[in-house]
């Protein structure tokens, strides 16, 4: 069974201090795995897809990236607007999209 | 930018009752995914459509769940009757095919069942 593991569940930072999210998996085919931005009551927000290990994509503040086993989601000097829940997702060879419990940031100014 | 509708965005109902919940994926997206959240939990898939097929409903409650998407557009999610632990945000989402592998997601219904 596909299983994807996120931690810590929750992340308090000081505006400026960067940090990092991680995202480990067990899945059948990876086909790709997916960072999601979720703020209270929303949908969540496309970020980047991630194909094969040693893949890194940019976003602003952002840096995913992929091995084997993990990704993480570095948050380079965070500002307050980036508090929100991120959600790690992978899609397997059958198309499944399983999604990890996400980690909650808060930046505090 | 395209995006994926949803409404009600909010839905207060008692239990035993029933609800329904549309989606308008984004125009072109031929695969449309529901799926429910707890909260404090990911997203899990109830329901995947392709066009107007049904492709994926194993996790979806048949005794009380039912979902269609009749002309391969927008879908109609419905939950009769409803029970305490349906409370939740039902999020669709779309993507240009099945292959596709990046999906939208819409803004939610937030349910609560009393």
């Known amino acids: 069974e596909d299983q994807v593991t996120q931690s810590p569940e929750a992340l308090r930072l000081q505006e400026g201090e960067s940090s990092s999210l991680n995202c480990s998996y067990t899945v059948s085919g990876l086909r790709g795995l997916f960072w999601y931005r979720q703020d209270p009551g929303k949908g969540p927000e496309f970020l980047f897809t991630l194909y094969s290990a040693g893949e890194e994509k940019e976003k602003e503040r952002l840096k995913a990236t992929l091995t084997k086993k993990e990704s993480f989601l570095h948050i380079t000097a965070p500002k307050p607007e980036d508090s929100a829940t991120y959600l790690c997702?992978?899609?397997?060879?059958?198309?499944?999209?399983?999604f990890g419990a996400g980690t909650t940031v808060t930046v505090r100014a | 930018e395209a995006e994926v509708a949803q409404s009600p965005r909010y839905k207060i109902t008692e239990k035993s009752q029933a609800v329904a919940f549309w989606c308008d994926p984004i125009?072109?997206?031929?695969?449309l995914y529901w799926y429910r959240q707890i909260l404090g939990q990911g997203p899990e898939l109830l329901v995947q459509f392709q066009d107007e097929s049904v492709v994926d409903d194993s996790q979806l409650p048949k005794d009380r769940f039912s979902a269609e998407r009749l002309k391969g557009v927008d879908s109609t999610l419905k939950i009769q009757p409803a029970e305490l632990g349906d409370s939740a945000m039902y999020l669709c989402a779309s993507s240009l095919d099945r292959e596709e592998v990046t999906q939208y997601f819409g803004p939610g219904t937030r349910l609560l069942v009393l």
């Open positions: 125009s072109g997206h031929a695969t």
């Open positions: 997702a992978v899609q397997a060879r059958d198309y499944k999209l399983s």
